[in-house]
């Protein structure tokens, strides 16, 4: 379908240059090389460095307890709440994150009953450029997205706090997915032209948050607010 976008729009700009023309020239161009670099990815079979990153609707390693044991399981980056219908998907595109102020709104069903851990070491997130830059977005010739890698300075790994669910229905698979919850960012993400960030919650509360009370919320809101502060470095992706 590209080769013949890129070959209508070729044969268009060789009668007469267009707006329009060159264009769908280059849009093609892109889609084409964007197509073939994930063709030669899946003959791929030494591991790069990109393969552990996650994107919403990837499966990802998710802590959990089970039977009183802390387990891991392959979860989807994007959380189906139990009982919602299954294009509760695309209605909500983006409920991979659960933000802290909705956990007693949207996220009731989960907040208190099913609580996750993903552990990572670095963080990745679409900035406008000219956020980034710190001017204003007519300096660009369009609003610019970017990817900007954040990683604790440390170079500690983070917990990050998650809520999960098991969604079900009749004649569909099981679907095991989860969102990561986060909050207002620390001074230097906001810095880099973001504004939320993950919650890495510390080591010594793990077992209390995946063992949460739903009758005890406030403890699990304190688990929160007792966060790893970590300084987040940040640069552009590779």
């Given at each position: 379908k590209q080769?013949?976008?890129l070959a209508d729009a070729e044969r268009s700009l060789e009668t007469k240059v267009t707006k329009a023309a060159t264009e769908s020239q280059r849009i093609a161009t892109d889609k084409i090389a964007w197509t073939r670099s994930k063709l030669d990815d899946i003959q791929r079979t030494e591991p790069k460095a990109r393969d552990s990153r996650i994107f919403p609707g990837h499966y990802a390693p998710v802590m959990v307890i089970e039977?009183?044991?802390r387990v891991v399981k392959p979860m989807r980056y994007q959380c189906r709440i139990a009982g919602k219908p299954a294009f509760f998907d695309a209605k909500y595109p983006g409920t991979y994150?659960?933000?802290r102020d909705s956990l007693k709104g949207f996220w009731k069903p989960l907040f208190g009953y099913t609580h996750g851990v993903m552990l990572v070491d670095v963080?990745?997130?679409n900035v406008s450029k000219?956020?980034?830059?710190?001017?204003?977005s007519e300096s660009h010739e369009r609003d610019e997205n970017v990817v900007l890698e954040f990683r604790p300075s440390n170079g500690e790994l983070m917990h990050v706090a998650c809520l999960w669910s098991r969604w079900s229905a009749p004649g569909e698979r099981d679907l095991l997915s989860f969102a990561a919850i986060t909050d207002e960012p620390p001074p230097e993400v906001a810095a880099a032209g973001h504004d939320r960030c993950i919650i890495p919650i510390k080591p010594e509360n793990i077992d209390a948050w995946l063992n949460p009370d739903a009758s005890d919320?406030?403890?699990?809101?304190?688990i929160l607010d007792d966060r790893d502060r970590p300084f987040y470095e940040h640069r552009l992706a590779a």
């Open positions: 080769r013949k976008r039977d009183g044991q994150n659960a933000r963080f990745y997130e000219a956020k980034m830059e710190g001017t204003l919320l406030a403890a699990m809101y304190a």
